[in-house]
């Protein structure tokens, strides 16, 4: 039996990203105490990666003016292909402004409104006299106005900073290194979670009021992505192994249609939305003749599976990598391209030698952002267990339903930081602090088994490098941007083989004593492969395309039998998902014409 | 034109097993075209030893991570390409930090420390007021608040920084640099006095001895030598007038 | 913060020491850089020399001048110990890390302590025997041709510019006041063009005729 040390608090954090810790935040103003648990150092985390910036219908801007709650909450909708909570996208539009200028009061370095003119597409921009020095906005895809509110090319980081440093004033204690991995629960209620340090290994224990997951994203199921390589949906897993907790539209991946060939770092969508081009082997601009309006701003899905069908059509450039095609920004000249978009230059520079002032970016749409993840309601509780929310990426609370809108991530890290944090810090008041300590040692003893059960096969083991690879293999090959009923078939069955041996995983190096990286790896992969059986297996059963979920062989969106979310639970034991749904909350918008995408504009 | 072979030269330790010296460890692999050290770390410890620890997040040197002494020169390991590095490549974990093991270093804990001390958040009486609009700022300060504010805490600086392997309190050229972002800031009310007395020391400002290893070395390009030239004028003027 | 550093520690004394340090240092080097004129001044005929020397003879500045260097100098070392990797420990940590980090100025401040203690030395000993020996012409000429004096000057000459240098590209750097690479090359010239002076000005005595005794 293992030995662990017990910390006891009002609410734990599971994730320093954003959303952990705006929450923590929330939760420590109202008095609480609060432990934020992190693998890595907070400021480490991948809210840090977004460059493009977070929406908010200021109105600042020239091409922003006349925004408000309404044109954003319609953008919102209508992106995710009717499948967000309106009620929820609702309550974030009008929050989004307020958080927005609050991280303004904390310290992010907001980009202004500046008083020059420039050129935009052919039209002169000027700007008003009157709003020069407030917030600015930028253009991002699927939205009305120019809303995305921007820090250069570092709105994640600044933000992350900012609200870090808050974290830091209050004097909060985060435990990085600390790797979250069983929910210790009842079946009923939530009591904190078993945890493995990164450090030395060892177990800890910690109790709290209330428990919050706000684990991101974990795209890392894919084998080309975006997201840093530590997003594998350790949180979520978590959260699905409890048995009943369920996961929401997993089918719902987002393809950002700008990842960098090879190294799929992403070129943010800034790139375009200050007038970035794409252009196919002749250098020649196809995107205006499928999406004449909105180009190459049209929602991330509609683009992506463009540039795919352009592809398709013989059009991609040939590379060792695949076909791709190209992103050209040249035009906006040396001095935009510095300034505003220095990240894409150096990452361009860096990544693949490549002069963007002078040169084209080679670009392919790859995975992005994870729509689903642990279902929550409107206050941010985790459907399934008391005690317990979720927040952020790793949430479903469900605002983007099947295709996020560039920037409304960010913000919803913020905005669900002020509302959930809000609904945790009461909840929080009402709760108690019991537990029974067999419950405790029930969980610590169900961890440590898996671990020494790993280590016990050692080398007679499978290898989890590999099961990882195929797993990411098959999700790629399978589970991508134009689904079938025969591929997704495919991938359910070759993912249940992969569970099946990952049930059986052991340690080709060394023992697994102390931080050993390997079976930090080897004890998180059965998680990752039943959240892969989630995805293909949501994906193979919704028969019909929405958003970024397209099956070739249901091409039209069928609201008569698919406007309903996906809820995929694991009872103890199983061995596949098991599907459920539920009806969408529409408030005010009726399911409509996108107005881009297949439905609309020229095939 | 057949690939290269590289020769890795990693440092080994393990702080669990003191009784295993300090070591470096050879490694060889074929390098393969765009091979950044990210890659080539990680195919190591694929297929050659999976106990070799190491740390990236983003990968696409956003996070700071991945800060190591790559041929005696610090840098970020997931941006260097193999291609800019001789064949023989030797790999040490970043000095000054404590060690974890291996190419792994505990920066987490001493950025937090030094956020501590340098108390980097913004210092108001203003109490946030949802309804009002935001308060004016002008983009080039904005920029500037930014330029100093793009710092990843990567830990490059301190690594390489003489006095921070001497001392162990020293703030470094990051924590200067950070005192510096709020100097900037007009959102943030602390007077010189204040700044004074949490850089105008030898801990902080006053024990740099200038030798710009830190300015050689940020991956990210923060201007550190113009910003401790800035704080270390300012806080003369400081110590000139304080009492 | 801790107690007793709390209670004792007067907040400004870092930054008085470090001015004192800067100071010092840059009177040390004008010290050198007048003290490398006046040497000089033998290029420009013996009388010249002999004229200047009888100078500070007469009206006794060569004590002054031995104690306030002593002074400067006292405040120099006093100001820069705080800075050194004085203990043994510390010393070896900084040398290693020079090594493994290839870095030009980091040696550069390495070399700066290595010389510092060289001059301290050297300087010990010139004073020493200037102030017993008095200047004159023959008696500087004297000294010279003793090969031993001879080897001891050009490497105190080499030390103190070498070390003058680095201590001003540093305090301009250190205050933000220039383009490091372009000062880099500005001091090297104005080194290069102290220790040509000098080593002229070994050469001269060296080939000295001596007329006669100093100029009394
Ligand atoms: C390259 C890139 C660019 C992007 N650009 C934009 C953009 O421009 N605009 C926009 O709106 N959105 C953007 N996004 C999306 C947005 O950045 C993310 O959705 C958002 O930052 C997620 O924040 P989060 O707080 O939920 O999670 P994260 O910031 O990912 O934080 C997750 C936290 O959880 C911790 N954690 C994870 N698992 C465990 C565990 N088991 N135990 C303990 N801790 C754990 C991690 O250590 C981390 O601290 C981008 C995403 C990517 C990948
Ligand atoms: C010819 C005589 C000397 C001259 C012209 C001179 C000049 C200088 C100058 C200009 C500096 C830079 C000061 C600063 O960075 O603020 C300096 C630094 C230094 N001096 Fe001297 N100095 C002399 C003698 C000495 C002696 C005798 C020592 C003996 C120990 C010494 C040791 C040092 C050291 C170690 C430093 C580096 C201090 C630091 O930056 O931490 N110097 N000197
Ligand atoms: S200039 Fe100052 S902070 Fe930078 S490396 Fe040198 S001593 Fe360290
Ligand atoms: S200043 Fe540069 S080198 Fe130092 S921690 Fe920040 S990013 Fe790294
Ligand atoms: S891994 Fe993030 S900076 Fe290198």
Redesign the pocket.
């Given at each position: 039996m293992n030995s662990y040390d017990i910390t006891t608090t009002d609410v734990l954090v599971v994730g320093a990203g954003l959303a952990g810790e705006r929450a923590a935040v929330a939760a420590a103003e109202a008095g609480h105490n609060v432990i934020i648990l992190s693998l890595i150092p907070p400021r480490r985390s991948h809210s840090s990666a977004a460059q493009g910036g977070m929406q908010a219908s200021l109105g600042n801007a020239a091409m922003g003016k006349g925004d408000n709650p309404d044109v954003h909450m319609y953008d919102t909708v209508k992106g995710s292909d009717w499948g967000c909570e309106q009620d929820v996208a609702r309550m974030f539009v009008e929050t989004a402004p307020i958080a927005v200028r609050e991280m303004a009061h904390w310290g992010v370095p907001w980009s202004r409104v500046r008083n020059e003119k420039r050129m935009y597409e052919g039209t002169e921009i000027v700007e008003d006299p009157e709003k020069v020095g407030l917030i600015n906005a930028r253009n991002f895809g699927g939205t009305a106005k120019w809303r995305t509110c921007y820090t250069s090319d570092g709105a994640g980081h600044t933000l992350l900073y900012a609200m870090d440093s808050i974290v830091i004033k209050l004097g909060i204690t985060v435990h990085d290194r600390m790797e979250a991995i069983e929910l210790i629960h009842d079946g009923e209620r939530c009591y904190g979670v078993v945890a493995r340090s990164l450090r030395d290994g060892e177990l800890h224990v910690y109790i709290a009021k209330t428990t919050v997951i706000a684990t991101g994203g974990f795209g890392r199921l894919y084998a080309a992505s975006t997201n840093a390589i530590i997003n594998d949906g350790g949180g979520v897993a978590m959260a699905l192994n409890s048995g009943v907790v369920p996961l929401g539209n997993m089918e719902a991946i987002q393809f950002h249609p700008t990842g960098m060939v090879p190294s799929w770092i992403l070129i943010t969508e800034g790139a375009r939305g200050e007038g970035g081009h794409l252009l196919d082997k002749d250098g020649y601009r196809f995107m205006p003749d499928y999406e004449p309006k909105y180009k190459e701003l049209a929602s991330r899905d509609v683009v992506s599976r463009r540039i795919m069908q352009h592809i398709r059509a013989g059009h991609g450039v040939e590379s060792p990598y695949g076909p791709h095609v190209w992103l050209d920004i040249r035009h906006l000249g040396e001095h935009r391209i510095n300034t505003y978009l220095r990240e894409i230059s150096t990452i361009a520079r860096t990544f693949a030698g490549i002069d963007p002032v002078k040169e084209l970016i080679p670009v392919r749409p790859t995975q992005h952002y994870t729509m689903g993840g642990i279902r929550t309601n409107k206050d941010g509780k985790v459907y399934g267990l008391d005690n317990l929310f979720s927040l952020g990426e790793s949430a479903c609370w469900d605002l983007h339903g099947f295709n996020r809108l560039g920037g409304n991530s960010l913000a919803e890290t913020v905005v669900a930081g002020r509302i959930v944090g809000k609904k945790i810090a009461e909840y929080t008041n009402d709760a108690t602090l019991e537990v029974k300590s067999n419950l405790i040692q029930e969980h610590v003893n169900k961890v440590s088994a898996r671990m020494d059960a790993i280590r016990a096969r050692g080398k007679n083991g499978e290898n989890w490098v590999d099961i990882r690879k195929e797993m990411q293999m098959t999700l790629e090959l399978d589970v991508g941007i134009f689904r079938t009923g025969e591929h997704l078939q495919h991938a359910v069955s070759k993912l249940s083989d992969l569970y099946e041996r990952a049930q059986n995983v052991g340690l080709m190096g060394g023992g697994g004593q102390g931080a050993d990286p390997e079976l930090v790896n080897a004890m998180r992969l059965p998680g990752m492969l039943k959240l892969a059986l989630t995805i293909a297996r949501g994906a193979l059963e919704r028969k019909e395309s929405r958003g970024s979920h397209f099956r070739e062989d249901y091409p039209k969106r069928d609201d008569e039998n698919w406007l309903k979310r996906t809820l995929a639970y694991w009872p103890e034991g199983a061995k596949l998902p098991e599907l459920k749904y539920e009806s969408i909350t529409i408030t005010e918008i009726p399911p409509g014409d996108r107005g881009y995408g297949e439905s609309s504009g020229k095939k | 034109m057949s690939p290269r072979e590289l020769t890795f030269h990693i440092f080994r330790y393990d702080p669990e097993t003191p009784e295993v010296k300090p070591h470096t460890q050879t490694f060889k692999i074929p390098e393969e075209p765009a091979m950044t050290l990210f890659v080539a770390l990680n195919k190591i410890r694929d297929e050659q030893d999976p106990t070799l620890k190491f740390d990236f997040v983003c990968r696409a040197s956003i996070c700071g991570s991945c800060g190591m002494l790559i041929n005696g020169k610090a840098s970020l390991a997931c941006k260097t390409l193999t291609k800019d590095l001789p064949s023989d490549i030797t790999l040490f974990p970043l000095p000054a930090f404590k060690l974890l093991g291996d190419l792994s270093v505990d920066t987490g804990t001493w950025f937090r420390d030094m956020s501590v001390r340098t108390e980097s958040w913004i210092h108001t009486d203003k109490v946030f007021d949802e309804t009002a609009q935001e308060e004016k700022m002008d983009d080039d300060l904005s920029l500037e608040i930014y330029e100093a504010e793009r710092c990843i805490e990567c830990g490059c600086c301190v690594g390489v920084c003489a006095t921070a392997n001497i001392r162990p309190n020293f703030i470094g050229a990051t924590g200067i640099n950070r005192v510096s972002r709020f100097m900037l800031d007009p959102r943030d009310k602390r007077d010189e006095q204040e700044y004074f007395e949490v850089v105008g020391n030898d801990d902080g400002i006053f024990g740099c001895?200038?030798l710009m290893a830190c300015d050689d070395s940020c991956p990210i390009g923060v201007p550190l030598r113009g910003q401790l030239a800035y704080v270390r004028r300012k806080m003369a003027v400081a110590g000139w007038h304080r009492k | 913060m801790y107690l007793q550093k709390a209670l004792t520690k007067s907040i400004r004394t870092d930054f008085i020491v470090e001015m004192v340090?800067?100071v010092s240092?840059?009177l040390?080097?004008l010290f050198?850089w007048t003290h490398m004129v006046f040497v000089a001044s033998i290029l420009l005929g013996q009388s010249s020399f002999g004229a200047l020397a009888g100078f500070m003879d007469k009206y006794e500045l060569l004590p002054v001048t031995v104690v306030v260097l002593i002074f400067i100098?006292a405040a120099?070392?006093g100001a820069?110990m705080r800075?050194?990797p004085a203990r043994w420990a510390e010393q070896k940590v900084a040398w290693r890390h020079a090594k493994m980090i290839r870095h030009k100025d980091t040696w550069s401040w390495l070399f700066?302590?290595v010389t510092?203690?060289g001059?301290?030395l050297f300087?010990f000993i010139h004073i020493v025997a200037v102030t017993y020996g008095g200047i004159s012409v023959s008696l500087s000429k004297g000294r010279i041709d003793n090969p031993g004096f001879l080897i001891f000057y050009a490497i105190l000459l080499l030390m103190?510019e070498y070390?003058?240098s680095v201590?001003?590209y540093?305090?301009f750097v250190?205050w933000g006041f220039v383009n490091r690479h372009r000062l880099d090359r500005v001091l090297g010239v104005v080194t290069l063009l102290m220790l040509v002076i000098g080593f002229v000005t070994l050469g001269v005595f060296l080939t000295l005729k001596v007329a006669g005794g100093g100029v009394a």
């Amino acid at each position: 039996m293992n030995s662990y040390d017990i910390t006891t608090t009002d609410v734990l954090v599971v994730g320093a990203g954003l959303a952990g810790e705006r929450a923590a935040v929330a939760a420590a103003e109202a008095g609480h105490n609060v432990i934020i648990l992190s693998l890595i150092p907070p400021r480490r985390s991948h809210s840090s990666a977004a460059q493009g910036g977070m929406q908010a219908s200021l109105g600042n801007a020239a091409m922003g003016k006349g925004d408000n709650p309404d044109v954003h909450m319609y953008d919102t909708v209508k992106g995710s292909d009717w499948g967000c909570e309106q009620d929820v996208a609702r309550m974030f539009v009008e929050t989004a402004p307020i958080a927005v200028r609050e991280m303004a009061h904390w310290g992010v370095p907001w980009s202004r409104v500046r008083n020059e003119k420039r050129m935009y597409e052919g039209t002169e921009i000027v700007e008003d006299p009157e709003k020069v020095g407030l917030i600015n906005a930028r253009n991002f895809g699927g939205t009305a106005k120019w809303r995305t509110c921007y820090t250069s090319d570092g709105a994640g980081h600044t933000l992350l900073y900012a609200m870090d440093s808050i974290v830091i004033k209050l004097g909060i204690t985060v435990h990085d290194r600390m790797e979250a991995i069983e929910l210790i629960h009842d079946g009923e209620r939530c009591y904190g979670v078993v945890a493995r340090s990164l450090r030395d290994g060892e177990l800890h224990v910690y109790i709290a009021k209330t428990t919050v997951i706000a684990t991101g994203g974990f795209g890392r199921l894919y084998a080309a992505s975006t997201n840093a390589i530590i997003n594998d949906g350790g949180g979520v897993a978590m959260a699905l192994n409890s048995g009943v907790v369920p996961l929401g539209n997993m089918e719902a991946i987002q393809f950002h249609p700008t990842g960098m060939v090879p190294s799929w770092i992403l070129i943010t969508e800034g790139a375009r939305g200050e007038g970035g081009h794409l252009l196919d082997k002749d250098g020649y601009r196809f995107m205006p003749d499928y999406e004449p309006k909105y180009k190459e701003l049209a929602s991330r899905d509609v683009v992506s599976r463009r540039i795919m069908q352009h592809i398709r059509a013989g059009h991609g450039v040939e590379s060792p990598y695949g076909p791709h095609v190209w992103l050209d920004i040249r035009h906006l000249g040396e001095h935009r391209i510095n300034t505003y978009l220095r990240e894409i230059s150096t990452i361009a520079r860096t990544f693949a030698g490549i002069d963007p002032v002078k040169e084209l970016i080679p670009v392919r749409p790859t995975q992005h952002y994870t729509m689903g993840g642990i279902r929550t309601n409107k206050d941010g509780k985790v459907y399934g267990l008391d005690n317990l929310f979720s927040l952020g990426e790793s949430a479903c609370w469900d605002l983007h339903g099947f295709n996020r809108l560039g920037g409304n991530s960010l913000a919803e890290t913020v905005v669900a930081g002020r509302i959930v944090g809000k609904k945790i810090a009461e909840y929080t008041n009402d709760a108690t602090l019991e537990v029974k300590s067999n419950l405790i040692q029930e969980h610590v003893n169900k961890v440590s088994a898996r671990m020494d059960a790993i280590r016990a096969r050692g080398k007679n083991g499978e290898n989890w490098v590999d099961i990882r690879k195929e797993m990411q293999m098959t999700l790629e090959l399978d589970v991508g941007i134009f689904r079938t009923g025969e591929h997704l078939q495919h991938a359910v069955s070759k993912l249940s083989d992969l569970y099946e041996r990952a049930q059986n995983v052991g340690l080709m190096g060394g023992g697994g004593q102390g931080a050993d990286p390997e079976l930090v790896n080897a004890m998180r992969l059965p998680g990752m492969l039943k959240l892969a059986l989630t995805i293909a297996r949501g994906a193979l059963e919704r028969k019909e395309s929405r958003g970024s979920h397209f099956r070739e062989d249901y091409p039209k969106r069928d609201d008569e039998n698919w406007l309903k979310r996906t809820l995929a639970y694991w009872p103890e034991g199983a061995k596949l998902p098991e599907l459920k749904y539920e009806s969408i909350t529409i408030t005010e918008i009726p399911p409509g014409d996108r107005g881009y995408g297949e439905s609309s504009g020229k095939k | 034109m057949s690939p290269r072979e590289l020769t890795f030269h990693i440092f080994r330790y393990d702080p669990e097993t003191p009784e295993v010296k300090p070591h470096t460890q050879t490694f060889k692999i074929p390098e393969e075209p765009a091979m950044t050290l990210f890659v080539a770390l990680n195919k190591i410890r694929d297929e050659q030893d999976p106990t070799l620890k190491f740390d990236f997040v983003c990968r696409a040197s956003i996070c700071g991570s991945c800060g190591m002494l790559i041929n005696g020169k610090a840098s970020l390991a997931c941006k260097t390409l193999t291609k800019d590095l001789p064949s023989d490549i030797t790999l040490f974990p970043l000095p000054a930090f404590k060690l974890l093991g291996d190419l792994s270093v505990d920066t987490g804990t001493w950025f937090r420390d030094m956020s501590v001390r340098t108390e980097s958040w913004i210092h108001t009486d203003k109490v946030f007021d949802e309804t009002a609009q935001e308060e004016k700022m002008d983009d080039d300060l904005s920029l500037e608040i930014y330029e100093a504010e793009r710092c990843i805490e990567c830990g490059c600086c301190v690594g390489v920084c003489a006095t921070a392997n001497i001392r162990p309190n020293f703030i470094g050229a990051t924590g200067i640099n950070r005192v510096s972002r709020f100097m900037l800031d007009p959102r943030d009310k602390r007077d010189e006095q204040e700044y004074f007395e949490v850089v105008g020391n030898d801990d902080g400002i006053f024990g740099c001895v200038g030798l710009m290893a830190c300015d050689d070395s940020c991956p990210i390009g923060v201007p550190l030598r113009g910003q401790l030239a800035y704080v270390r004028r300012k806080m003369a003027v400081a110590g000139w007038h304080r009492k | 913060m801790y107690l007793q550093k709390a209670l004792t520690k007067s907040i400004r004394t870092d930054f008085i020491v470090e001015m004192v340090q800067m100071v010092s240092g840059l009177l040390l080097v004008l010290f050198l850089w007048t003290h490398m004129v006046f040497v000089a001044s033998i290029l420009l005929g013996q009388s010249s020399f002999g004229a200047l020397a009888g100078f500070m003879d007469k009206y006794e500045l060569l004590p002054v001048t031995v104690v306030v260097l002593i002074f400067i100098f006292a405040a120099h070392i006093g100001a820069i110990m705080r800075h050194l990797p004085a203990r043994w420990a510390e010393q070896k940590v900084a040398w290693r890390h020079a090594k493994m980090i290839r870095h030009k100025d980091t040696w550069s401040w390495l070399f700066q302590i290595v010389t510092g203690f060289g001059i301290l030395l050297f300087a010990f000993i010139h004073i020493v025997a200037v102030t017993y020996g008095g200047i004159s012409v023959s008696l500087s000429k004297g000294r010279i041709d003793n090969p031993g004096f001879l080897i001891f000057y050009a490497i105190l000459l080499l030390m103190s510019e070498y070390h003058a240098s680095v201590g001003l590209y540093r305090i301009f750097v250190k205050w933000g006041f220039v383009n490091r690479h372009r000062l880099d090359r500005v001091l090297g010239v104005v080194t290069l063009l102290m220790l040509v002076i000098g080593f002229v000005t070994l050469g001269v005595f060296l080939t000295l005729k001596v007329a006669g005794g100093g100029v009394a």
